[in-house]
């Protein structure tokens, strides 16, 4: 469109790179930030560059982190025996928000899949075992409290499932110590039987528990 | 939430800022971001810093402009005789997009509503008038081309027609030479009689035309 300025045209071209953001909504973003003061405009190109020069990958669980280790790997309070399994960074947060596991986790960095090319060493499953087991000649105070529980909580899909399973067979077999849960899989609260699909009706059957 | 790292937080908090992103869209971008590679998100970041660097308005319509006149005032193709009135510098493209209209803009920079306190003084209505009768001692070069229509294409809401009479109330006692029309307001190519509102509706009967 020539009635565009180069630097806007550009500006609605990167927006319209972000994941859900088409061509109108770029446009509506563009035309926002132009009409914004330079000081909030400029504090969001601002958050973008400190966020990629200062945020890595926590040595440990490869959790994002602004050092070499991730807040949760950091915290003394945080139960170093038990580790929950997650596909990506963000997968820690709903979890975090339930305040139900006071465990650390170790992110893979996607999931098995291997029409996509993803094979176990695309991912950070070999990092998962030594943490598991570490190798004998570790240094002592580099794996303070041994690993008893692995919960995987890979997601409840096909690539997911194949993960945790492959996963859960070499546990098995390398550390028989170590117990290894899945999340549940069944009925969502608030749902309604009459509108659950087969396949979740089908887990929340075949998952049922024993009222105490 | 204290799993994120400072960095990560404040980028969230920026694009949450931006209108229609909200809170989970906002932490899906920022990871998107964090994913991405550091060419790309860099390239996000320069281009809103370039935006807000290198754009003003036109000294002329009040366009967005990288430099002292936008585009369609620097052509010399576009008849500058026909003058369209819109509210924003976003209102351009539907009806650039549209090729039906070939003369020049004038932004008024939003429609007047007493009861959000945006009166006359606040657009650029005085601007237009400038343009449309010059001052006598304005110098010839300036203005080559007297302007012979103005076409009010603020919005058809209660405060873009409040705009658009109060501005033909003006030109009609002030320069009675000019043409003022209105964008027509009807039913929208594609609509469904049954289902359209009364007020388009009525606007599509009271300005209905004769078939030639």
Redesign the interface.
Known sequence: ????????Q??I???G?????GGR?A????????RAS?E?????????????A??GLCEVCF?????PR???CSDERRDAGLVCVVE???D??PI??THEFHGRYHVLGGALSPIDGIDPEDLRIAELYTRVTPPADAPQDEHPTPIREVVLATNPTTTGEATALHIAAHLREQAPQVTVTRLASGLPVGADLEYADELTLGRALSGRRALS
């Open positions: 469109m020539s009635s565009f300025a180069p630097p806007v550009r500006l071209t990167e927006l790179r972000l994941p859900g953001i909504t446009q509506r973003l563009a035309f926002h930030l132009l330079e909030d405009a400029l504090a969001l190109a601002e958050a973008i560059k400190e966020v990629k200062r945020i959790n994002l982190s602004d050092g991730c807040r949760i990506e960074p963000s820690i947060i975090e928000r």
